[in-house]
């Protein structure tokens, strides 16, 4: 076409962005790559191909590395750990400081690596992943330098193994590894086998910003490799972003391993647009947050919700706008969406989209004309379908829309929540009532309200449900690589043989079997069995009831359906949980009792009842104070870090200080808002069993707190693996079996194998942490 | 002109039940206008294209206290010859006998614009209706709206008064729009809806739906005296109002961002957003003008360099 023909059609052309840079560069390692290990490369083995998704021409070889491989990794990365560590935050954050420096230095080539090597629209790689990725590392520079002032009572955490997925490879690097070394610990990561070739720049960047040899190893191959670093038992942290299915693998491989773990999984996003929404500005939020990176991202609203009065004009717009959006070379600088990974995705997507329209939903595709060649998928407009489809219900990795009616702000709630994942939701609204209603209501992570996909260094990200848990980013993010500095442990309490045969019976006080508490009731054991409760003499004091599965069920039920007590203000809590401690002193005699029948002496017994008192006012205390933040992101608005209650947890009590350590886990749990089911200490139950009589005087709605007995061993499992419990809390020895089964929905695990000082190192931030998450609310302004 | 078929927008009766459902999110309206330059980019010879496009686009105006007959005809000259001869030249496209779309002034220099354009199909405008304030009588108003068109003048460029958006007295607004429409006949009208001075785009939008129900032809940023002008993020508020407008009612309102355009790559991205948010139509004079003095100028010197491959220096076009 010359000047003329296209003065009057007023086509864009081609506008392609020089590969140039990024081939010599592959050119330079001779389009082979080994592993970099200790500051250098490494030979690798069984290279495969690593594809350009636009083209599939291959860009380079790269290795797969093995057990021998990864165990060289692990041996750099704790060799080089002392050093790093003897670091002080400022020198620490001076290394981030040049990687951040050198990565915006080199951001056209690592811009047009990313969009050969994954296929994403150049514009996305320059100018959102590769600035993120920078303003990660500028972020934790920053923590690195204020770690000791902010967070004296923690430290690193040693060797991290790192998992990274293929969507956004570069940016999931920088997330993972910049918090990590901010906070003093060394490396082994491993990228996507489809995009390896950005994290191996970015190790070549690491050398020449003179990091420490060791502190960051990149290691690549598939799942195999993946595997090595998971069971690996000198790592002692893996981070994951993935699918759902590998994060629960991850889990169930790592359960009881004492690993620390953090799993940043799928999703099936919310998109909610209100009838007061401006609704040409929801469509490009539509576009923002599923046609954005060919919609393979994890927080890509993928489920529409449109109220029914706007519903049928906004698709008519969002379906016109659709067809605007141009698909092709991702190298073009006119694209908006470029290559599916990979032919397989491709087909996953196709085959989905199918089976939605084969069960009745209709199909609205972008008129587009797709290249020839490469690997690609039209923007797609699912309607008609309903929460019983698959389409709706699974996560398709696509730029594949499904969209739903609402008809009241309740009803979108509803929706919103009937999902098994709860990583973001996207809320549309003009008015702020309504906005600020819905945020957290709604099951997720991070809400935006009349944005969407914002991220930021300063701000968590995570999900909830089986989205996964932990959060990377702000603050909140930081805990991820940090574990708290030891304390005293004292030695475990060992009680007497259960099974005996009563002999003597001394009841001391007690003339009934103490039941458990259930829905706001006093309750026999569902089996209609009983154990044998002794003192420390061996002999009988009383029969408790032998909690089941059933009970547990029982339990949870009633948990989940009293939410009276998270929907209380802090104030009211507080008011209840005073009240709880004043009960609780009106009664110190008899707990007093109650635990030297099990074996304390009177002081003890006095002292520990004293504690547990004041336990419970540390917490009512707590209740209006424990504060969310406003993070400082780059925006005309405010994102707010909101603390929310969990949920229902699931505790599991020791035998140690059985009346103190009780209250230590409920007062938390309380006093954040959630609902517990309690397992009493099995060999001290007595005061635990008791503590019903408290909740029934102050006020404490029915089903808040519900207490079961029994073995721990028989109850862990149906509590940790029931999939209505969202955290389970565990003392005791067998934490493999409760963190496998919390691989169930994914559900948060606190397990605690070490014995602990129920007195002096038995409340903190680290419980109110535990008993709260993290929601993450962006909410821009302006008039 | 490219002679498109425009059916013209007659206007309609005021509903007030659309101006109140209208919704403008400030942020995510700015969010969208900050990708439009980075989801599109022309280059090469498209871009000398959509430069060549834009200049017929421009509404070539000098709107200055100081403004002469001499100053009047060379501005013309410059709209009639907008690109140097050797240029249209090498770029091969002398039959598309380029002019600028229109000239615009203040009325007192319409005759000696008239004559000057006759013989061409270089539109003639006039801003009008005591711009730029516009707070002189009712009735002179119209008077002069009345004059410019007998003039010569085949485009009113009206001002809206302000205070009737503060007021949000819709019927006012209305009820004024609709009589210069009418006071203009034949000539075709641009509302300037003083976007610097009515401020968000809430009024924005809802001023611009009130505009076209009483019959603008064209919706009009501002007067170019404001502290801000056209800016991205008003007039995607403007163009959504005008997809609106089409959906509802099957009539296409022209476009005109006014002051504080200058550059070339600004006018690209400026028609980007018009072919993305409304389609190729609005590519056209018929229905998308550039408010604008000195873009010609840079255009020209882009041209030039797309041309020669050398950057090109201001002293070597004519100026206006």
Redesign the interface.
């Known amino acids: 076409?010359?000047?003329?023909?296209?003065?009057h059609t007023?086509?864009?052309?081609?506008?392609p962005e020089s590969a140039e840079l990024a081939l010599e560069w592959l050119a330079s390692h001779n389009n082979t790559f080994g592993h970099h290990i200790n500051g250098s490369w490494v030979k690798g083995k069984e290279h495969f191909a690593s594809n350009n998704p636009a083209t599939g021409q291959e860009l380079a070889q790269v290795a797969q590395a093995d057990d021998k491989i990864v165990q060289k990794a692990v041996n750099a990365a704790n060799k080089a750990l002392p050093d790093w560590q003897a670091l002080s935050g400022h020198q620490r954050g001076q290394y981030l400081y040049a990687i951040a420096r050198l990565i915006q230095k080199n951001s056209r080539l690592f811009a047009v690596l990313e969009t050969l090597d994954n296929g994403k629209p150049i514009?996305e790689s320059r100018?959102i992943d590769v600035p993120l990725a920078v303003r990660h590392f500028y972020h934790h520079a920053g923590w690195a330098q204020l770690l000791d002032t902010e967070f004296p009572d923690h430290q690193a955490i040693g060797v991290v193994g790192q998992i990274i997925p293929w969507n956004f490879p570069l940016l999931m690097l920088a997330w993972k590894i910049a918090p990590a070394l901010a906070t003093g610990n060394t490396v082994v990561i491993k990228p996507a086998e489809f995009t390896s070739l950005t994290a191996l720049l970015f190790a070549e960047i690491c050398e020449q910003a003179g990091l420490p040899k060791g502190v960051l190893n990149v290691v690549t191959g598939d799942g195999r490799t993946g595997q090595h670093i998971v069971n690996h038992p000198e790592i002692k942290k893996i981070a994951f972003t993935g699918s759902t299915a590998v994060g629960r693998w991850i889990r169930q491989a790592t359960a009881g391993s004492g690993k620390k773990l953090s799993l940043e999984l799928g999703g099936k996003s919310a998109f909610i647009v209100c009838a007061?929404?401006?609704?040409?500005?929801?469509v490009?939020?539509v576009v923002?947050a599923i046609w954005f990176n060919q919609g393979q991202v994890c927080c890509a609203g993928s489920r529409l919700l449109v109220q029914e009065a706007v519903a049928d004009r906004f698709h008519?717009k969002l379906i016109s706008r659709m067809n605007?959006l141009r698909v092709g070379d991702p190298l073009d600088?006119?694209i908006?969406m470029g290559a599916i990974i990979d032919p397989r995705q491709q087909q996953k997507i196709a085959t989905l989209v199918q089976a939605g329209v084969d069960a009745g939903a209709s199909l609205n595709q972008s008129s587009v004309e797709l290249p020839e060649n490469g690997c690609f998928y039209p923007p797609t407009l699912l309607t008609d379908v309903s929460p019983s489809d698959q389409v709706v219900q699974d996560e398709i990795f696509g730029p594949v829309l499904v969209s739903m009616t609402f008809r009241t702000p309740s009803e979108a709630v509803a929706l919103a929540n009937n999902s098994r994942y709860g990583l973001a939701a996207s809320i549309w609204s003009?008015n702020i009532n309504l906005a600020m209603h819905l945020a957290p209501l709604v099951q997720a992570g991070v809400v935006w309200i009349?944005?969407t996909n914002q991220f930021d260094a300063a701000a968590g990200f995570g999900g909830v449900k089986e989205s996964g848990f932990g959060r990377e980013g702000g603050k909140e993010g930081l805990f991820e690589y940090l574990k708290n500095k030891p304390g005293k442990s004292p030695a475990k309490v060992t009680a007497k043989s259960t099974k005996s045969k009563p002999t003597s019976v001394n009841l001391n006080g007690l003339d009934k079997t103490p039941k458990m508490y259930i829905g706001g009731k006093q309750t026999r054991p569902d089996g209609g069995y009983s154990y044998a409760i002794n003192d420390t003499a061996g002999d009988l004091i009383c029969h408790v009831g032998l909690g089941n599965r059933k009970d547990v069920r029982n339990a949870v039920e009633a948990a989940a359906g009293s939410t009276n007590w998270s929907g209380m203000s802090g104030f009211q809590r507080q008011q209840v949980m005073y009240f709880m401690a004043e009960n609780l002193s009106y009664r110190e005699e008899e707990f007093a009792a109650r635990l030297m029948a099990h074996g304390h002496s009177k002081k003890a017994a006095d002292a520990e009842v004293q504690a547990a008192i004041e336990r419970l006012s540390y917490y009512a205390a707590w209740c209006d104070k424990y504060d969310g933040q406003v993070h400082s992101v780059p925006?005309?608005?405010v994102a707010m870090a909101m603390h929310e209650p969990i949920g229902v947890i699931g505790i599991q009590c020791p035998d140690e200080a059985p009346l103190l350590s009780f209250v230590s886990l409920l007062a938390p749990a309380m006093a954040m808002g959630n609902r517990v089911v309690m397992t009493a200490s099995e060999h001290f139950p007595l005061p635990a069993l008791d503590f019903y009589q408290v909740l029934n005087t102050s006020d404490v709605p029915a089903g808040t707190v519900n207490i079961i007995s029994g073995e721990q061993a028989e109850l862990c499992k149906p509590l940790a693996g029931h999939m209505n419990v969202d955290a389970i809390w565990y003392f005791g020895e067998d934490s493999e079996t409760v963190e496998r089964e919390s691989a169930t929905n994914l559900k948060r695990s606190w397990t605690v194998t070490e014995v602990r000082d129920w007195h002096n190192n038995g409340q903190g931030s680290e419980f109110l942490r535990q008993a709260s998450q993290v929601k993450n609310i962006w909410t821009?302004?302006?008039? | 002109m490219t002679g498109m078929n425009i059916e013209r927008n007659p206007g309609m009766g005021l509903n007030l039940d659309w101006i109140e459902s209208i919704q403008v999110n400030k942020s995510a309206t700015e969010r969208r206008a900050a990708t439009l330059g980075t989801r599109r980019s022309v280059k090469k010879q498209n871009q000398v294209a959509w430069l060549l496009k834009a200049i017929t686009l421009i509404d070539l105006t000098t709107l200055a206290g100081d403004d002469t007959e001499q100053r009047v005809k060379r501005l013309c000259a410059k709209a009639k010859n907008p690109l140097r001869h050797d240029l249209v030249e090498a770029l091969a496209i002398a039959d598309l006998k380029l002019t600028t779309g229109a000239i615009c002034v203040y009325h007192d220099m319409l005759s000696t614009a008239a004559s000057c354009l006759k013989g061409t199909d270089i539109h003639l405008a006039a801003v009008s209706t005591g711009f730029p304030a516009g707070l002189t009588p009712m009735h002179l108003k119209i008077e002069e709206i009345k004059e410019s068109v007998k003039a010569g003048a085949d485009e009113i460029d009206i001002v809206i008064t302000r205070k009737h958006v503060f007021a949000e007295n819709w019927q006012a607004l209305y009820d004024e729009v609709k009589a210069y429409r009418e006071a203009c006949g034949e000539a075709h009208m641009k509302t300037i809806l003083s976007t610097g001075e009515i401020s968000t785009l809430r009024n924005v939008a809802k001023a611009s739906m009130v505009c076209m129900m009483a019959g603008a032809d064209f919706i009009k940023t501002s007067t170019g005296k404001e502290a801000v002008n056209a800016t991205l993020p008003v007039s995607l508020t403007m163009i959504r109002q005008i997809r609106e407008y089409h959906e509802r009612t099957g009539f296409k309102v022209g476009y005109k961002p006014a002051g504080g355009i200058s550059k070339a790559k600004e006018a690209l991205v400026y028609l980007s957003m018009m072919k993305e948010e409304l389609g190729n139509d609005w590519l056209e004079p018929e229905l998308f003008r550039f408010g604008a003095s000195s873009l010609l100028g840079d255009i020209e010197r882009q041209l030039e360099h797309q041309v020669t491959g050398h950057y090109s220096a201001a002293h070597r076009h004519a100026i206006g």
Do not use: Q, T, V
Request: proline fraction near 2%; hydrophobic fraction near 30%; aromatic fraction near 8%.
């Open positions: 076409m010359n000047i003329k023909d296209i003065f007023m086509d864009y052309g081609k506008a514009r100018d007061d929404a401006d609704l040409d500005a929801a490009e939020g923002d008519d605007k600088k006119s908006d003009e009349n944005c925006m005309r608005g821009p302004y302006g008039e």
